[in-house]
């Protein structure tokens, strides 16, 4: 979400760190809270993050993080399915997730409502036979609704990179 509460920045940048110095790649959509902190996560952890973004390069949204942007392209990726002027209009984000969701082994759901972002992209990725996590949240809190929905239909439950991991065993394996 990009409304996340300080709970979802800390888990989200927390296993975005973990997951990266597990060998995982994180993949995100490089909007405002959750995905800057995963994204953010990764760096700190001396990784390589992927951020999709949801319009052209000549229009990089939100423009706050243009600058994160550059952090990735270093040393992971930034990458586009739109023409360069193309301008970040809201038809563009679910594409966005799509994309997200198919260069994904899994997808993790931090917070989120159940009509949000997080959410096409977990629909989609379940779609594509992908793994769904979800953080869980206090009961009735901001942006619980959407994990604690994926949980009762059956996500596995996050409280740390390990519940992840524990999942695709040896990334080095995965890779070959």
């Known amino acids: 979400t ?22 995982f790649v994180t993949v995100s959509g490089l909007a405002r809270g959750v995905d800057t902190s995963a994204h953010r996560g990764a760096l700190e952890a001396g990784g390589r993050t992927i951020a999709v973004i949801g319009s ?8 706050e993080n243009a600058k994160l942007a550059d952090l990735i392209a270093e040393s992971g990726a930034v990458v586009s399915q739109f023409p360069f002027d193309v301008t970040p209009e809201p038809h563009n984000f679910p594409k ?16 989120g409502d159940v009509k949000s972002g997080a959410m096409i992209t977990a629909r989609e990725a379940m779609e594509m036979g992908r ?11 901001p942006g619980t ?3 604690h929905r994926l949980i009762g239909d059956g996500a596995r439950l996050v409280t ?17």
């Open 145 to 147: 609704e959407g994990p």
């Open 131 to 141: 793994d769904i996590f979800a953080v869980p949240g206090r009961a009735g809190g």
């Open 2 to 23: 990009r409304r996340c509460t300080p709970y979802g920045a800390r888990m989200a940048n927390l296993l975005g760190r973990e997951l990266t110095a597990a060998g």
């Open 96 to 111: 966005r997730n799509v994309t997200i969701a198919a260069l994904s082994l899994g997808v993790v759901v931090v917070e």
């Open 160 to 176: 740390c990179a390990a519940d992840i991991v524990s999942e695709f065993g040896d990334v080095g394996k995965l890779l070959e």
């Open 56 to 63: 052209g390069f000549g229009h990089m949204y939100p423009k």
